[in-house]
């Protein structure tokens, strides 16, 4: 009987084994390209949030939504060609739930709520933002005879433009006095030319009281503002574009099912970037300026969101402008879209200093992301949370890498105090912790684990084929992963079958199998911006690289007019390819008109150098041009060249110096080989 019973098990367990296979090649057989609904662990792992936050707290939507003076009933603002450029018309979804979708991280929900607050809201007496036209807000602050002094002008001059014009309906058309700049990230210059034109900036000769006096417009920046803000558009500007509509979901759609706020604003515009030279930098804290009436105290914060950067303080509204120091969400120590990596401890360091500087006195903090915080006893407290969150990042990787961990062990054992976890304006929506652990151990450890596998890793190619060569059969593999994603085990699923992906761009059911599991993560994600990766990745995955330039902010030409000399040889010698230009020996100098330069240039064995002052007697030519010469180079428009360009020796100078550029593909792959 005993026997007959194992028999019988024994058929069982078959059958069953027989069934599940052929179910999960029948679900296989079942994969496809469209949107899926969240699964039930999906659901679960979102509901669990309800338990973890104070819903029930209205601070923030009350701070978010305060002082609104007007804002039209939609936004949806396009430039001259038709092409919407901002659209808050399309996140208007957000008040058609009575409840949550399952779809979406109701934290990062509560968060897209607060970023659709949108309009023109009075911080203070005398202080004023335009927020939601843009990533970044338009603050105005009104001086003592009725002019504006403008900080942080966005990004597109088309949202700068339709933001002024909200200003000038409710409060008047006002002269411009001042521009200040907080930083030199893009979304906080890009749209200068929509507030002051070229000619009616102030002569960068003249002291900052003779600028004033002037009655023209000075730009004020922090120190090293240029430096960054051209060399970050130039050195890597295409990969940290390409890599940037993955962090801001340029591709995706807005939807319960695709993407939302990303913690600092709802994304960025693509309308004109433009850029005007600043005409006076701050260069260290205490400074201060007084223009009509206003008087600003400047507090230097370099190396903390931005390597230059500052706040600033108005004693007489009591007010502290906080850049992007303090942002009402936990920012980026590094950045998905690639930048360097920034200083933790000098973050949570600088925003102590503007506690001890200013906090005795301060009743509201503003900033160029996201809404104030009003009541020195709630600035204060916002203040010091932000920066203990900065410290103990910091300070905890510290402790776990002098313990021996890795980034990837610290990033998956590193969490929050419990009361940090909490606090809303401490929340993950754009910075994580995960990934901020990552950065402060690049940032004292650099990329090596110390395990010497990894000093010289395959080629990510090369080791899926051999990771498919061992496993053998593929099917098998994608049976297995299958079983996984209905466990829930979305990570896991995700990393096996980008594994097929890249030893086979065209199995389809990897790619779609791999897809679906991203999507389960971007579901889960309360950060806009793991969200955004992760749906973008599915999105490309199922209908392949859209290589859709359309969609992404127009190049600013004021940029590079802007580059010096020595950036545009540095970028020449980025764009050569050594391999291709290995037997290329030549010599040249180059004399440029209108900034009065001379430098001696040297191409060999594929390396590009240059000596600043100097010419040389015995070169195979010498190049006079103005800079913008050195721009026909880099565009290889032999046309422009002769046009431009005096050559005195060998005219094929040009020719055998750019032969061996390479172009550059704005929109390589990412998530396939």
């Given at each position: ?180 700049i907080s930083h030199p990230h893009v979304d ?480 390589f792959n990412i998530v396939e080989p």
């Amino acid at each position: 009987m005993r026997k007959r019973s194992g028999t019988l098990m024994l058929i069982v367990i078959l059958l069953v084994a027989y069934v599940f296979a052929n179910s999960a090649v029948t679900s296989l057989s079942n994969l496809n390209n469209s949107q899926k609904e969240a699964t039930d662990k999906t659901a679960e792992v979102n509901r669990s949030y309800y338990s973890l936050l104070d819903f029930d707290d209205e601070t923030e939507h009350e701070f978010a939504t305060r002082g609104l003076i007007a804002a039209p009933e939609t936004l949806e603002l396009k430039d001259s060609n038709g092409r919407v450029v901002w659209s808050q018309k399309t996140y208007e979804f957000v008040d058609e739930f009575e409840t949550i979708p399952d779809t979406v991280n109701p934290s990062l929900w509560r968060d897209t709520v607060l970023n659709h607050s949108y309009g023109l809201f009075e911080v203070c007496e005398g202080i004023y933002q335009v927020r939601g036209y843009d990533l970044t807000n338009l603050t105005l602050i009104e001086t003592e005879s009725g002019g504006w002094i403008i900080f942080d002008p966005l990004m597109s001059q088309e949202c700068t433009e339709a933001a002024m014009k909200l200003v000038e309906e409710n409060l008047g058309k006002r002269p411009v006095m001042a521009v200040v700049i907080s930083h030199p990230h893009v979304d906080h210059f890009g749209g200068i030319r929509g507030v002051v034109l070229e000619e009616q900036v102030a002569d960068r000769s003249l002291s900052i009281e003779e600028q004033i006096s002037s009655g023209k417009v000075p730009i004020i920046v922090p120190e090293g503002f240029t430096e960054h803000a051209v060399s970050e558009n130039i050195y890597a500007g295409t990969a940290m574009a390409r890599r940037a509509t993955y962090q801001y979901g340029v591709f995706l759609e807005k939807g319960v099912k695709d993407s939302l706020a990303m913690g600092i604003g709802l994304s960025q515009s693509t309308g004109t970037l433009t850029f005007i030279l600043p005409t006076h930098e701050i260069k260290k804290t205490g400074e201060r300026i007084v223009i009509d009436g206003v008087e600003m105290i400047f507090q230097m914060t370099p190396g903390t969101e931005a390597p230059a950067e500052m706040n600033t303080y108005f004693p007489q509204f009591k007010a502290l402008w906080m850049a992007e120091n303090c942002t009402g969400t936990l920012h980026n120590l590094y950045t998905l879209r690639g930048a360097q990596v920034r200083d933790g401890n000098a973050w949570a360091k600088y925003i102590l200093e503007a506690i001890a500087l200013f906090g005795s006195e301060a009743e509201v903090t503003f900033q160029s992301h996201n809404w104030p915080h009003w009541g020195n006893d709630v600035i204060i407290r916002y203040m010091e949370d932000t920066a203990a969150v900065y410290k103990f990042i910091h300070d905890q990787t510290l402790m776990y890498i002098n313990l021996g961990y890795t980034s990837d062990e610290i990033s998956n054992m590193i969490h929050l105090p419990e009361y940090f976890e909490k606090v809303w304006y401490t929340r993950q929506y754009y910075g994580t912790v995960a990934h901020n652990s990552k950065a402060v151990y690049q940032k004292y450890m650099g990329w090596y684990d110390a395990n010497p596998v990894h000093l010289n890793p395959l080629d990510p190619s090369e080791r899926a084929r051999k990771f498919v060569e061992y496993l053998g059969d593929t099917d098998r593999v994608l049976e297995m992963a299958y079983n996984d994603f209905l466990a829930g085990e979305y990570q896991w699923v995700a990393e096996i079958t980008n594994i097929l992906v890249f030893a086979d761009p065209q199995n389809t059911a990897a790619r779609y199998l791999c897809a679906d599991a991203l999507e389960q993560l971007g579901y889960q994600s309360e950060s806009g911006t793991w969200r955004n990766a992760y749906l973008t990745a599915a999105l490309e995955l199922r209908v392949g690289n859209l290589k859709d330039e359309s969609k992404l902010a127009k190049g600013s030409a004021d940029i590079l007019l802007n580059t010096t000399v020595e950036m545009i040889l540095d970028y020449m010698g980025i764009l050569i390819d050594s391999n291709a230009a290995q037997d290329i020996d030549i010599t040249f100098n180059l004399i440029l008109t209108d900034s009065n330069e001379r430098y001696f240039v040297h191409l060999f064995h594929g390396v590009l150098l240059y000596y600043p002052d100097q010419t040389r007697e015995f070169v195979d030519a010498t190049l006079t041009c103005p800079k913008i010469g050195l721009l026909t180079l880099i565009s290889r428009n032999e046309a422009q060249q002769k046009l431009i360009i005096k050559i005195d020796g060998d005219s094929d100078i040009p020719m055998k110096l750019t032969q061996a550029m390479v172009t550059l593909d704005k929109t390589f792959n990412i998530v396939e080989p």
